[in-house]
C-alpha cells in the first residue's frame, strides 16, 4: 500500500525549532518528488516547499524562506521539514504529499502549534 | 504570483441534482509545449487529507467514479459533480502546479439542500 506518515510535530514556542519527517513506503521514493503542504486550523490549503527528486532542487513560499529548509534521505525513503524561528502564523496541519507533477498522495498530516 | 479564486464559496445542492464549482487564475496555467493545462481539484472532508480528483484539469484520478468530471482551459476552470451522492458533502479545492509558488483556490464549500 503506497503510504506517507508524517511525525514530530508539536506544541512550540514562538522563535523555536521543529524538525517534521514524513516516511514513505509502497513507492520507490527516490522517483518522486515530494512536497510539504499545510492547513491552518479551519483555513484553506496553502504549498510550503518543493523538493526533486535527487535532493538538487528546492522551492519554497515567499513567507517560510530562510527559515524552513526541506530535505529528503532517498536511502530510508524519508522526507523533512526543519523548521527555525517558528511564528504563530505557521500553526497549521503539515502535509507532506507525493508529487508526479501535482499532489496525488497525502499522508494524514502532523500538528504545529506556535504559541508561549 | 498565480491567485485562484473559486466560486461559490460555498454551495448547496439536492441529492441527484449537478453540482459545479468554478475556478479561475489570475493568469493562464496553460503549458504550450505540451497542450497540458496544470490545474488540479480535490476533495476534502473534515479531519480528512485533501483527495486527488481531477488532474490535468480534466483527467480523472483512478478510482474516482464517474459523476466528477472537469473541464475548461487557460484561466477558467470548472468541476461538476453529476448526480451529488450524500459522501460528496466535502471542501473542493482547485491547485495550479502550472509554477511555483503552487497555489490553491480557497475551497468551495458543498452541502446537501
Known amino acids: 500500500e503506497v503510504q506517507l506518515v508524517e511525525s514530530g510535530g508539536d506544541l512550540v514556542q514562538p522563535g523555536g525549532s521543529l524538525r517534521l519527517s514524513c516516511a514513505a513506503s509502497?513507492?520507490?521514493?527516490?522517483?518522486?518528488?515530494m512536497s510539504w503542504v499545510r492547513q491552518a486550523p479551519g483555513k484553506g490549503l496553502e504549498w510550503v516547499a518543493n523538493i526533486k527528486q535527487d535532493g538538487s532542487e528546492k522551492y519554497y513560499v515567499d513567507s517560510v524562506k530562510g527559515r524552513f529548509t526541506i530535505s529528503r534521505d532517498n536511502a530510508e525513503n524519508s522526507l523533512y521539514l526543519q523548521m527555525n524561528g517558528l511564528r504563530a502564523e505557521d500553526t497549521a496541519v503539515y502535509y507532506c504529499?507525493?508529487?508526479?507533477?501535482?499532489?496525488?498522495?497525502w499522508g494524514q498530516g502532523t500538528m504545529v502549534t506556535v504559541s508561549s | 504570483d498565480i491567485v485562484m479564486t473559486q466560486s461559490p464559496d460555498s454551495l448547496a445542492v439536492s441529492l441527484g441534482e449537478r453540482a459545479t464549482i468554478n475556478c479561475k487564475s489570475s493568469q493562464s496555467v496553460l503549458y504550450s509545449s505540451n497542450n497540458k493545462n496544470y490545474l488540479t481539484w480535490y476533495q476534502q472532508k473534515p479531519g480528512q487529507p485533501p483527495k486527488l480528483l481531477i488532474y490535468?484539469?480534466?483527467t480523472r484520478e483512478s478510482g474516482v467514479p464517474d459523476r466528477f468530471s472537469g473541464s475548461g482551459s487557460g484561466t477558467d476552470f470548472t468541476l461538476t459533480i453529476s448526480s451529488l451522492q450524500a459522501e460528496d458533502v466535502a471542501v473542493y479545492y482547485c491547485q495550479q502546479y502550472y509554477t511555483t509558488p503552487y497555489s490553491f483556490g480557497q475551497g468551495t464549500k458543498l452541502e446537501i439542500k
Open positions: 509502497g513507492f520507490t521514493f527516490s522517483y518522486y518528488g
Open positions: 490535468w484539469a480534466s
Open positions: 504529499a507525493r508529487r508526479p507533477s501535482t499532489f496525488d498522495i
